[in-house]
């Protein structure tokens, strides 16, 4: 990464990155793959490209998410902190249903829509819980998810599918604890449906 110049002007202040994460750039196919599928003639053409560069091209930490674990929905408000030294992303996991046995179903979006215009993706559910802490390090974009509801019965099933990819709740460090918050449109969800019921 050329940061603009150093001390003189001849020369340039550089950072490389050290990260494990992103696709190296070591053939021309890969290159021209990419040069393709942004459109960037760049990728191609530029010197600044070695064997060793890598291109991260899912940087938005819930999208990242969503490709480890798409069976869940997740909170409309990333947000960031800083955990052992590394800035992390933080972001609450939802497991839902709209077939979970004895329970009203609500639209999902018309339920946590807020005066930011924050909403969940749409469709109709009946079961919410709150049943994972995922993280994701800005750095190298690694992701993490922390089992965080251990009697959800929905994440346990999931977990039955997709073995080894949530942690145990044992394995959130302290100093990730200090950070983790009760997540906004989980709130959302609880005001709505308790405001029917109070007297």
Do not use: C
């Not at 929905?73 to 004895?102: E, F, M, N, Q």
């Amino acid at each position: 990464e050329i940061d603009g110049p150093a001390g003189s002007e001849s020369e340039q202040a550089t950072v490389n990155y050290k990260g494990t994460g992103g696709v190296t750039l070591d053939s021309g196919l890969k290159k021209l793959l990419f040069a393709l599928k942004f459109r960037e003639k760049n990728i191609l053409l530029s010197s600044s490209l070695t064997p060793e560069s890598k291109l991260m091209f899912i940087r938005e930490p819930a999208t990242r998410i969503a490709k480890v674990a798409p069976y869940l929905r997740l909170d409309s408000d990333p947000y960031p902190a800083v955990v052992d030294g590394r800035l992390t992303w933080i972001v609450d996991g939802y497991t839902t249903s709209k077939g979970y046995p004895y329970s009203q179903s609500e639209q999902l979006g018309d339920v946590v829509r807020d005066s930011r215009g924050q909403v969940l993706p749409d469709g109709v559910v009946n079961y919410i819980r709150n049943s994972v802490k995922a993280t994701v390090d800005a750095y190298d974009g690694k992701v993490k998810l922390y089992t965080w509801d251990e009697a959800d019965p929905v994440l346990k099933t999931w977990k039955k599918v997709f073995p080894g990819t949530v942690l145990p709740k044992s394995d959130i460090s302290d100093s990730l604890k200090k950070h983790l918050r009760y997540p906004e449109d989980f709130f959302k969800v609880q005001r709505q449906l308790l405001s029917r019921y109070h007297v």
